[in-house]
């Protein structure tokens, strides 16, 4: 089977971002681009002038942020869409849906049985997209346990909101994490796009992506694994606390919130800028 045109330039682009970049030139480069897409570079630890390579630029740490109350983003981003979820299909932007089964699962029509906690509750969808100038690291919305993951491989298409099209979500390579809230099931998804194969979980060792081997979705069983702190792990899986970081984008993509709430009170709403920690909803 022949390897999407997509994947090639994103590993071309991960090599560029991977070479070493003179101690004189990272100043202007870095510069221009921050101003281009206009980096929070108030939130930097270090100098524009301390960064080797772009890719350590784009994954760069920042200072320790005040985590608000309820729900938090689990990233600098823009919302897409904040939704309900009420049959296999939902909305991603105007005029423009994804399949969940398919989204969750990478079996093509496939429909979704959600086990909830109660019957009573709802299910949302919420997405957020990470630009290029963002900060690249995604933490926990909630206090959540991970049980399982599902890596689907895919395509590897832009995912920028002009870009955006039927079937792209369910089309590109992803990272699904499977698990619980204090109000019942939780999805986290992590969308790989166009320069942007490469997602990194944690404490998930055996996660590889962006790779030219053509093989089948890789599963694994959170429970009990064996991980290092902050993380603890448990039988039902991985504990991660609200806030933590989870993994990181090797530039800009999307995260996307797929979960169960009896009550939830949005205090965000779609287009909306946010940034990691900031309380997204209530609840």
């Known amino acids: ?40 570079r108030q939130d930097m630890i270090h100098p524009l002038n301390y960064y080797e390579t772009f890719n350590k630029f784009f994954t760069r740490q920042i200072k320790p942020r005040k985590i608000e109350c309820g729900m938090v983003s689990p990233a600098d981003s823009k919302i897409l869409s904040i939704s309900k979820v009420t049959k296999n299909e939902c909305l991603l932007v105007k005029r423009v849906t994804y399949q969940i089964g398919q989204f969750l699962t990478g079996i093509k029509g496939y429909e979704m049985e959600f086990k909830k906690k109660q019957d009573s509750s709802n299910l ?75 997602m990194k979980v944690n404490f998930d060792s055996d996660l590889i992506t962006n790779t030219n081997t053509q093989h089948k979705s890789g599963y694994r069983n959170y429970s009990n694994l064996p991980v290092n702190a902050p993380y603890q792990s448990c039988e039902k899986g991985v504990q991660i606390k609200k806030g933590q970081e989870i993994g990181r984008f090797e530039m800009g993509s999307t995260v996307v919130m797929i979960f169960e709430s009896t009550s939830i009170d949005w205090n965000v709403k779609a287009q909306q800028k946010v940034y990691f920690g900031q309380s997204v909803a209530t609840y």
Request: proline fraction near 6%; charge should be positive.
């Open 1 to 40: 089977m022949e390897l999407p045109i997509s994947r090639y330039v994103s590993q071309s682009t991960g090599y560029v971002m991977n070479l070493y970049i003179p101690k004189i030139m990272r100043m202007p480069i870095y510069t221009i681009f921050s101003e281009i897409y206009k980096v929070r």
């Open 124 to 198: 949302w969808s919420c997405i957020f997209y990470l630009a290029p100038g963002d900060y690249h690291r995604y933490h926990c919305p909630v206090d959540f346990i991970a049980r399982s993951r599902l890596h689907i491989p895919g395509k590897l298409a832009p995912v920028k909101e002009s870009s955006l099209r039927q079937g792209l979500y369910e089309g590109n390579e992803r990272v699904v994490l499977e698990g619980e809230w204090e109000q019942g099931l939780m999805y986290i998804i992590f969308i790989g796009a166009t320069n942007v194969g490469s």
